[in-house]
Structures are given as structure tokens and as C-alpha cells.
């Protein structure tokens, strides 16, 4: 194949043979480097296991319904149990973009015994994964995917006011601003009976930085930061961390229009969320494109599943 474009290209023999093992030598780099993180990958487990070629995902999300009861010896009046499901169907698109190389940036390459600019594979393969990480937080409505801040199985709410008759954490005191974080938490529970219990907690890089600085002294207590003084008291999260996605979110997951900075506190648990990934990020043979040759990359992305609709919470307006 690379000898057959070299040949259209008029590379010759040896021409070809240095181009082919350049472009192997970019491949083999492109699945090596380290990229900017991938934050998506990261906070939201990611599932390969469908085949590349599927076109939809449909799965289900089931809830037990029933109670059990005390009787008397005998009693035929058993309450029933049951599980009701509802079906849903998410779609798969694919992600694409290409490099290339003219016949003249082959032959300086070679003649001048430097290797061909890795940067043009490298910009390939970091715009597939800001892409696949825009997609598993604002999903695409046109493409019908749905992302965690499009997604309707969760359950959204705004921040109360502080004592400064605002939502806002950098108009809250230390206090307001862990009564949120711990309001946050209890929902959850409290929607689900306890049978939903959050690990994680997700802010915008403004609010992380404050209550990582913002000093709160309990009483009687060492001095601690608001950050280091939640982690400590509230045994249920073991993560706080930072995403520019929740700042600025509009629409808002509530149906407001926003813009609004958000807390999102979840578990990150694959049963309980999936960010789909049937392809990862793949290179094409090259192809002759009059006086170029042209590299086409790809993945599939599914989006971001969610199986337990209430294990999920945004607070819109901190």
C-alpha cells in the first residue's frame, strides 16, 4: 500500500522505504506520548467492550418495587415483589479528522535526513480526545448522545442563598459553603433510601481553589482549609477534584438557560455510569491526494450511560 502511493507520488525505491518506516515510527509515537489529561476518561469509567461497528446501545435501568410484611401462621396474602424496567437506546457516531504530508515535505525529510513533523499525527490525535471528552460532558443533540450535563437521569437543583441573600460559594461563609457540600451528599441518600451513597465530588477550578485556601477552624479544632476539613468529617467521599466542564454550564441540567457553575456529586462506580467507547482513536493507511499523502484517523463514541438515575447530582449556582 505505501509502496503503491509512492509510486503515484513518484518517490523512488528507497524514497519509499524511508517514508514508509517514518510514518510507522509517527504511529508507533502517537499510541506512546502523553497527552494533555483526559479528564472524562478519568472521573467517568470508560467501557470498550461493544464491537466498533454497532450503530446504538440500548440498555436498561430497572427499579425494585414492593415491600415485605409481617403476618400471622398461614396467611395467603403475601405482598408481591417485583423489578420494573424501562428500555433506553443511546446512539454511537464517529469522530474523524486527518493529516498529511506534501511530496515536498517527503523529499526535504529524506534529504535532509530529519524526520517528518510528528506534530501534525500528535494535533490529530489530542483534537480526537478533546472532542470524546466535550462529548461525555455536554453529549451532541444533533447527533442524539447524551453527556452527564444532557443527560435527563439525573437530578439537578439550585444552591440555596447564604446569609448574603446569594447562591454564590464566593459570597457563602465557610459554613454555607459545607452545609452544600453535605446537603449534596444527603440528597442522595435520602432520594434513595440509602441505597445510593456518593464517592466523588466534581467543581469548577474557581470554587476548588477556595475551599482548598478558605481556612475554617472547628471548634476546639486544628486550623484547616474547607476542603481538608470535609474530607475529614464526611467519610462517604474519598475525591474532590476540579473540571473546567462545570463552570459556565447552559443550558442548565435543571431546564434553566444559565450560564451557572456547578457541583457535581456522584459514584464512581461502572454500575452506576459508563462513558462508551466502542473505537478508540485509530490511523488509516495513507491515502494519494493530488500532490499530499493523507492520513485519516477515527473513533466511535457512545457517550455517557447512566444506569442509576439517582445516583447522580448537579447543583446549579455555587
Request: charged share 25%; proline share 6%; with cysteine.
Given at each position: 500500500?505505501?509502496?503503491?502511493?509512492?509510486?503515484?507520488?513518484?518517490?523512488?525505491?528507497?524514497?519509499?522505504?524511508?517514508?514508509?518506516?517514518?510514518?510507522?515510527?509517527?504511529?508507533?509515537?502517537?499510541?506512546e506520548v502523553e497527552?494533555?489529561?483526559?479528564?472524562?476518561?478519568?472521573?467517568?469509567?470508560?467501557?470498550?467492550?461493544?464491537?466498533?461497528?454497532?450503530?446504538?446501545?440500548?440498555?436498561?435501568?430497572?427499579?425494585?418495587?414492593?415491600?415485605?410484611?409481617?403476618?400471622?401462621?398461614?396467611?395467603d396474602d403475601a405482598?408481591?415483589?417485583?423489578?420494573?424496567?424501562?428500555?433506553?437506546?443511546?446512539?454511537?457516531?464517529?469522530?474523524?479528522?486527518?493529516?498529511?504530508?506534501?511530496?515536498?515535505?517527503?523529499?526535504?525529510?529524506?534529504?535532509?535526513?530529519?524526520?517528518?513533523?510528528?506534530?501534525?499525527?500528535?494535533?490529530?490525535?489530542?483534537?480526537?480526545?478533546?472532542?470524546?471528552?466535550?462529548?461525555?460532558?455536554?453529549?451532541?443533540?444533533?447527533?442524539?448522545?447524551?453527556?452527564?450535563?444532557?443527560?435527563?437521569?439525573?437530578?439537578?437543583?439550585?444552591?440555596?442563598?447564604?446569609?448574603?441573600?446569594?447562591?454564590?460559594?464566593?459570597?457563602?461563609?465557610?459554613?454555607?459553603?459545607?452545609?452544600?457540600?453535605?446537603?449534596?451528599?444527603?440528597?442522595?441518600?435520602?432520594?434513595?433510601?440509602?441505597?445510593?451513597?456518593?464517592?466523588?465530588?466534581?467543581?469548577?477550578?474557581?470554587?476548588?481553589?477556595?475551599?482548598?485556601?478558605?481556612?475554617?477552624?472547628?471548634?476546639?479544632?486544628?486550623?484547616?482549609?474547607?476542603?481538608?476539613?470535609?474530607?475529614?468529617?464526611?467519610?462517604?467521599?474519598?475525591?474532590?477534584?476540579?473540571?473546567?466542564y462545570l463552570e459556565?454550564?447552559?443550558?442548565?441540567?435543571?431546564?434553566?438557560?444559565?450560564?451557572?457553575?456547578?457541583?457535581?456529586?456522584?459514584?464512581?462506580?461502572?454500575?452506576?455510569?459508563?462513558?462508551?467507547?466502542?473505537?478508540?482513536?485509530?490511523?488509516?493507511?495513507?491515502?494519494?491526494?493530488?500532490?499530499?499523502?493523507?492520513?485519516?484517523?477515527?473513533?466511535?463514541?457512545?457517550?455517557?450511560?447512566?444506569?442509576?438515575?439517582?445516583?447522580?447530582?448537579?447543583?446549579?449556582?455555587?
Amino acid at each position: 500500500m505505501l509502496f503503491e502511493l509512492a509510486k503515484k507520488l513518484k518517490l523512488d525505491a528507497n524514497e519509499s522505504t524511508i517514508f514508509a518506516r517514518e510514518l510507522e515510527a509517527i504511529e508507533s509515537e502517537i499510541y506512546e506520548v502523553e497527552f494533555p489529561e483526559n479528564n472524562a476518561k478519568f472521573n467517568f469509567n470508560v467501557d470498550y467492550k461493544e464491537p466498533n461497528w454497532i450503530e446504538t446501545i440500548t440498555y436498561r435501568q430497572f427499579e425494585k418495587i414492593g415491600f415485605a410484611k409481617i403476618v400471622s401462621s398461614y396467611a395467603d396474602d403475601a405482598p408481591r415483589v417485583d423489578t420494573y424496567g424501562k428500555e433506553f437506546t443511546s446512539h454511537v457516531r464517529s469522530i474523524v479528522d486527518a493529516y498529511g504530508y506534501s511530496v515536498q515535505e517527503i523529499r526535504a525529510s529524506i534529504a535532509l535526513g530529519r524526520p517528518l513533523d510528528r506534530e501534525k499525527a500528535l494535533s490529530a490525535r489530542e483534537a480526537n480526545d478533546q472532542l470524546q471528552e466535550k462529548i461525555a460532558w455536554l453529549g451532541s443533540a444533533e447527533h442524539k448522545i447524551l453527556g452527564v450535563l444532557n443527560n435527563p437521569n439525573i437530578s439537578a437543583y439550585t444552591a440555596p442563598n447564604g446569609a448574603l441573600v446569594s447562591p454564590l460559594w464566593s459570597n457563602k461563609t465557610a459554613d454555607e459553603i459545607l452545609k452544600d457540600m453535605n446537603d449534596a451528599v444527603t440528597f442522595i441518600q435520602t432520594s434513595t433510601f440509602k441505597r445510593e451513597t456518593p464517592d466523588r465530588i466534581l467543581l469548577p477550578l474557581e470554587q476548588y481553589r477556595l475551599i482548598a485556601t478558605m481556612p475554617y477552624k472547628a471548634s476546639g479544632g486544628s486550623d484547616l482549609t474547607v476542603l481538608e476539613y470535609f474530607l475529614r468529617n464526611n467519610k462517604m467521599i474519598k475525591e474532590i477534584d476540579s473540571d473546567p466542564y462545570l463552570e459556565d454550564v447552559a443550558p442548565l441540567p435543571s431546564g434553566g438557560a444559565g450560564p451557572s457553575d456547578c457541583m457535581m456529586v456522584y459514584s464512581r462506580n461502572s454500575r452506576k455510569l459508563k462513558f462508551k467507547i466502542p473505537q478508540e482513536f485509530e490511523q488509516f493507511p495513507p491515502q494519494e491526494r493530488n500532490l499530499e499523502s493523507v492520513v485519516n484517523c477515527h473513533s466511535r463514541n457512545g457517550g455517557v450511560i447512566i444506569y442509576k438515575p439517582l445516583s447522580v447530582l448537579i447543583v446549579e449556582g455555587i
